[in-house]
């Protein structure tokens, strides 16, 4: 037995689609303690060049085969400590390749709970039941040999208490049988689906928690298919115990399968063996693979959850700083007020005040004279305005007041998100950041430095506060809190950080440092000023050799002692960049100045990096990087994104028409499109198969948190104030192809791609497949709520999926999701086993062939409140003890009586009070419309039975504003923000 784990970086290698040599540099570079952004940036030659995304996934590969090599060592000790370990056990143990795999091997020698077979074994009925398993003669006669097995002290009493007790060991040795469990495994993989209903409440109406999940009252969806929001939202509503959920699959055939591997051919207790079998699926395969099962959703929709939210978290630290502006920040209020502080431009408050903004016209015109009168006093450039409650009235007081009385200013004005600032308003860091201020004073300084700088303000808050993500709420806090803390980590290293001006909240994330370390650079800039040279570095108490060598080309001095101090160049690099730099014939105090900082840009881009970099003896990537920072010293990466989205005025619904051009903000991106900000009270909503003419499968491949997209408007719902959005500009809707994506009851035509992002992802989406209808079995699931998603038929990445069925290709880059993982592959070890790529597109027809396109139904309307649902009616109604007390009821009353013509031939009408004129009401609600029209009553002759009542059901309804995913996706909107 082998007594040291190994692994095959080969292996992982493959599949993660990476070279060898770069997986076993980053695997031996990560062993020997650095960082993933040190790697990423400092050891891109040892490397090969791998992204930081890419030596992620290998450091989560490595982990779980390390977690699997130990697990395994863990099994063989324990089965040999039972003297039960043989030669052929030990090499299936060695050669699986998952936990799941290893737990199935593992089952049969773990520590047994007092079940039903363990009392059995305590009663020594073992031996029986190893005779019929082995169709021993003795057991010939099954009754005879049982009555063998009968005690004097009454615990096996009877025959039929021994065959019993015989039938539940053989159904735990059935149970414990790794071909049945993976055979059941592969056929759920393939056929079942995840149903949920109602847990019922007789005679009560829907609570306002159950109406949040009527859409999944009778819900079922193939476990491949339901999307992560979904079974997110089923799971809320279990936790709730307002549904009852359940993994369904093909009884009859997984009978048959178990019949098949268990009872062998002319075995002459097959009869008994098959009834055992029964009971082993029933009992304690199925419910145990249903668990599995639903776990493994439940991780992989938890992993997509915390992905979403990583990308949007991402894209919101890395917004391009308002630097050298003076800002105006309000943060709205009703009953309170609007809080008002004026910020400088270093972020430090110099005025606040309170403002009525809601309320009488005296108080509003009061507010708007003192915002123009604080705008002028301390020549503020740009008004920044928080998104929470009462923030579309407080941007609708600033847009008058920008194109009125501060017209002449050149003030503009920003929708800035304030999630989490009252988080950080009462947290010990705004305390000491601001000691002299009230809580309300510093949310409002908070978002006016959101705007200054958001990567160092978004940074002092817990990132699970800030609203971008999708159903975050719902997982585990472990898991999301370690994830976007890498995020911030990697936006961090990203930037850098200038050593003397960031706090301890920014510096605990460079690389190499954690809260003591930066705790202690920001006392001895207290003590000993400002630094001067990245070599003083190592005075900070507890910062040691290792911490400088991972964090110190992160801290940026400018104006030092060095001028290559304010660069990306790690000091080790130092006697390189000099060389380079006499080679251009500057020194380094020329990166001080711009334009002879130019003069060696253009004089670098003539130079031979591969006959340089061997003069040199460096590798290539380490030069590249040298020269481009010799280029542009200091440069913040931000500063080549789009700035914030300024307004200089405000729309109104009663402004917008159908086809209007308009230029937002994208707030939040999540599964089913984006929110974008374009000036309206309330955001817009870019459905999925608006964003691109193309196929997407994913919105973060198009659009990003902050992006500012170009839109038009697709549909105005007025009563519910919503507005249905388009990337497609008009007159291309009519030429979209094959790939355009038809979600739900209007099948849009094919938006165009907004922005340079957008447009190299839809480079590489030509030619793909359309989407394709589920195909579900609840009733009534078509076009209505919950579903609209068009079906992930891509068996690969998916819960349950058969060892050995296709896989998706392993996908690089940051837009890949996590895929579902593949039965054979426990959820845990997903990550390391190359199965990150985004789960394939469904195929929803030949590829060769093209769909028809068809225009935007575009539309303006009034929607209906939906019809409330009646209380269902009681048995005492029924049978005509209780009267029936309203129209609702008496429709009830009249379905369930033609529906069931025996209860109708023995119920009587019910007696109800209040005279003749009601017992009129009652008859004609019951009459046919053709004989209400007649003014006739009840015809002799026999009517058709009427429809059920179907109340809400999932094909009833239509969604408006464009959501064709339906309703489930549109609550799901709700829980966009958390």
Request: neutral net charge; proline residues 6%; aromatic residues 4%.
């Amino acid at each position: 037995m082998a007594s040291i784990a190994i692994i095959d970086l080969g292996h992982i290698a493959h599949l993660l689609g990476l070279p060898v040599e770069g997986v076993e540099a980053a695997v031996r570079l990560l062993d020997d303690g650095n960082t993933v952004p040190f790697i990423t940036r400092y050891r891109r030659d040892q490397t090969g060049g791998l992204d930081e995304l890419d030596i992620r996934r290998v450091a989560d590969a490595v982990l779980r085969a390390r977690q699997i090599a130990d697990r395994k060592q863990t099994i063989l000790r324990t089965i040999k400590g039972q003297g039960r370990l043989t030669e052929e056990l030990e090499q299936r143990i060695d050669a699986a390749s998952s936990t799941k795999q290893l737990e199935d091997l593992y089952l049969p020698f773990k520590p047994r709970k007092l079940s039903l077979a363990e009392i059995a074994r305590q009663r020594r009925l073992e031996p029986m039941a190893r005779e019929i398993l082995s169709a021993d003669p003795l057991s010939a006669d099954l009754e005879k040999r049982a009555a063998d097995f009968i005690d004097a002290d009454g615990q096996v009493a009877t025959v039929a208490d021994a065959l019993l007790g015989v039938g539940h060991i053989i159904a735990d040795v059935f149970a414990e049988r790794a071909d049945l469990r993976q055979a059941l495994r592969e056929i759920l993989a393939k056929k079942a689906h995840l149903t949920s209903q109602r847990v019922e409440t007789e005679g009560k109406a829907l609570s306002k928690d159950e109406k949040h999940y009527r859409d999944y009252f009778n819900y079922s969806e193939h476990i491949q298919r339901i999307p992560p929001h979904r079974a997110l939202a089923i799971n809320r509503g279990e936790r709730a115990r307002l549904l009852k959920v359940r993994i369904e699959g093909p009884a009859d055939e997984i009978q048959a399968t178990a019949d098949a591997i268990l009872v062998p051919e002319a075995h002459p207790h097959a009869e008994f063996l098959r009834g055992c079998g029964r009971d082993a699926v029933a009992r304690l395969v199925m419910p145990s693979l249903e668990r599995e099962i639903r776990r493994e959703i439940t991780e992989y929709c938890e992993s997509h959850a915390v992905e979403v939210f990583a990308r949007n978290l991402r894209n919101l630290l890395l917004q391009p700083p308002v630097s050298g502006r003076r800002v105006l920040a309000l943060d709205p209020g009703f009953k309170s007020g609007c809080k008002v502080v004026v910020v400088d431009e270093c972020g430090q408050p110099l005025e606040h005040a309170v403002l009525h903004i809601i309320g009488q016209k005296e108080k509003r015109e009061a507010a708007g004279a003192r915002i123009v009168e604080l705008v002028q006093k301390h020549a503020v450039n740009v008004i920044a305005v928080g998104n929470g409650t009462a923030g579309r009235e407080t941007e609708s007081l600033v847009a008058e007041l920008v194109v009125g009385p501060l017209a002449e200013s050149d003030v503009a004005y920003c929708v800035v998100n304030e999630a989490g600032a009252s988080v950080y308003s009462t947290s010990a860091c705004a305390r000491e950041e601001l000691p002299g201020h009230e809580a309300a004073v510093r949310g409002a300084v908070s978002i006016g430095r959101r705007l200054q700088d958001p990567l160092s303000e978004l940074v002092k808050i817990e990132p699970a506060n800030i609203g971008v993500g999708l159903y975050q709420h719902d997982v585990k806090a472990r898991h999301l809190h370690t994830s976007l803390d890498a995020v911030v980590e990697s936006c961090v290293n990203y930037v850098g950080v200038d050593a003397n001006t960031a706090g301890p909240a920014l510096l605990r994330y460079v690389s190499g440092l954690n809260q003591t370390t930066a705790k202690g650079l920001q006392e001895w800039r207290s003590k000993n000023g400002p630094f001067t040279s990245r070599q003083q570095f190592m005075e900070v108490p507890g910062f040691g050799e290792s911490a400088f060598v991972q964090a110190v080309g992160f801290l940026k001095i400018t104006g030092g002692s060095n001028p290559l101090d304010s660069t990306w160049i790690h000091p080790e690099s130092y006697p390189i960049a000099e060389k380079v730099l006499e080679r251009l014939g500057g020194t380094p105090e020329d990166l001080s100045n711009r334009q002879l900082a130019g003069a060696l840009s253009e004089k670098a881009a003539g130079l031979d990096l591969a006959a340089l970099a061997a003069e040199l003896g460096v590798g290539r990537l380490l030069l590249t990087d040298i020269i481009e920072q010799l280029a542009r010293p200091g440069r913040d990466p931000r500063e080549d994104l789009p700035q914030p989205f300024f307004k200089k005025g405000v729309l109104k619904l009663e402004d917008l028409q159908v086809g209007m051009e308009l230029h937002g903000a994208v707030l939040n991106v999540v599964d089913f499109g984006a929110f974008v900000d374009f000036g309206l009270h309330d955001s817009g909503m870019v459905h999925i198969s608006q964003i691109s003419r193309r196929y997407v499968s994913d919105p973060h491949d198009v659009v990003s948190v902050g992006q500012i997209v170009k839109v038009w408007v697709l549909e105005i719902d007025k009563n519910r104030r919503r507005v249905a959005l388009t990337m497609i500009p008009p007159g291309e809707a009519e030429q979209g192809h094959g790939g355009q994506s038809r979600r739900g009851k209007g099948g849009r035509g094919a938006p165009q791609q907004a922005g340079e992002q957008g447009a190299a992802v839809e480079g590489q989406r030509q030619g793909r497949p359309p989407r394709r209808r589920p195909e579900t079995t609840g009733p009534g699931q078509g076009n209505g709520p919950g579903q609209g998603n068009g079906p992930r038929q891509g068996t690969a990445n998916r819960p349950g999926v058969p060892a050995g069925q296709s896989q998706a290709q392993s996908h690089r880059g940051q837009g890949g999701q996590g895929g579902r993982p593949p039965a054979g592959t426990a959820a845990g070890d997903r990550r390391g086993s190359g199965q990150e790529g985004r789960r394939p597109p469904q195929r929803g027809g030949r590829r060769d062939q093209e769909r028809a396109p068809e225009p935007p139904a575009a539309r303006v309307y009034e929607s209906k409140k939906p019809a409330r649902d009646a209380a269902p009616i009681t048995k005492a109604q029924l049978e005509g003890k209780e009267p029936l007390r309203t129209f609702g009821a008496l429709k009830q009353l009249f379905v369930a009586i033609h529906d069931d013509p025996q209860a109708a031939a023995e119920t009587k009408p019910p007696e109800q009070s209040g005279g003749r004129k009601r017992k009129k009401k009652a008859e004609a609600a019951a009459l046919p419309p053709e004989a209400v029209a007649a003014g006739g009553t009840h015809p002799p002759v026999e009517q058709p039975a009427a429809a059920p009542l179907q109340g809400h059901s999932a094909g009833s309804l239509e969604t408006p504003a464009g959501d064709a995913d339906g309703a489930a996706d549109s609550a799901a909107q709700d829980a966009a923000g958390g």
